[in-house]
């Protein structure tokens, strides 16, 4: 598929976003490193197409979607092998749980992990658990907090069970 821009920059990037009518899927994002601060406090609420870009070269998100408030998109897709920096990247923003699942799993800084957890928390208890259980090639990297889950919101996830 043919994108429309090409973009290797941020501030090019930046002013593409700027216009709402240019479909985020029309952009190839394959050059870029930097994506920081790319939508922090953003109004924008159409995000279609970001799901396609290929960020696999991407090594710094760092308060990407910070209070975007209408993001929701599923980043599952995404290729994060090279990030390195992704401190509230979803900060007052973001309730997708597969996406911050796959965030939490690849984080290796003990102290945003913990941050991670406490969103994936406050999320819908439910969602969160049903994603953690079906989510079989990390299941031992989510045991831990699948246990504190069980422990804290037991009633809620026996109540989930019985409905099945």
Same mark, same amino acid.
């Given at each position: 598929?043919?994108? *429309?821009?090409?973009?290797?920059?941020?501030?090019?990037?930046?002013?593409?976003?700027?216009?709402?009518? +240019?479909?985020?899927? /029309?952009? /190839?994002?394959?050059?870029?490193? /930097?994506?920081?601060?790319?939508?922090?406090?953003?109004?924008? *609420?159409?995000?279609?197409?970001?799901?396609?870009?290929?960020?696999s070269?991407?090594?710094?998100?760092?308060?990407?979607?910070?209070?975007?408030?209408?993001?929701?998109?599923?980043?599952?897709?995404?290729?994060?092998?090279?990030?390195?920096?992704?401190?509230?990247?979803? /900060?007052?923003?973001?309730?997708?749980?597969?996406? +911050?699942?796959?965030?939490?799993?690849?984080?290796?800084?003990?102290?945003?992990?913990?941050?991670?957890? +406490?969103?994936?928390?406050?999320?819908?208890?439910?969602?969160?658990?049903?994603?953690?259980?079906?989510?079989?090639?990390?299941? *031992?990297?989510? *045991?831990?907090?699948?246990?504190?889950?069980?422990n804290?919101?037991?009633?809620?996830?026996?109540?989930?069970?019985k409905?099945?």
């Amino acid at each position: 598929m043919n994108k *429309k821009y090409i973009v290797k920059y941020k501030y090019a990037l930046l002013d593409l976003l700027k216009d709402e009518n +240019i479909n985020l899927s /029309d952009i /190839d994002t394959s050059n870029m490193i /930097d994506m920081s601060y790319l939508f922090q406090d953003s109004k924008r *609420k159409n995000f279609d197409g970001i799901e396609t870009w290929n960020v696999s070269n991407v090594t710094d998100m760092k308060c990407m979607f910070n209070n975007a408030l209408y993001f929701d998109k599923d980043l599952t897709s995404w290729n994060i092998e090279k990030l390195k920096e992704f401190e509230e990247i979803f /900060d007052d923003s973001f309730k997708h749980v597969k996406t +911050i699942l796959m965030f939490y799993n690849a984080c290796k800084d003990r102290k945003y992990r913990k941050k991670l957890q +406490i969103m994936l928390e406050c999320l819908d208890i439910k969602e969160v658990y049903t994603e953690l259980n079906n989510d079989k090639i990390n299941y *031992k990297k989510n *045991k831990e907090f699948i246990k504190k889950l069980e422990n804290v919101y037991y009633d809620e996830l026996e109540e989930l069970i019985k409905n099945k």
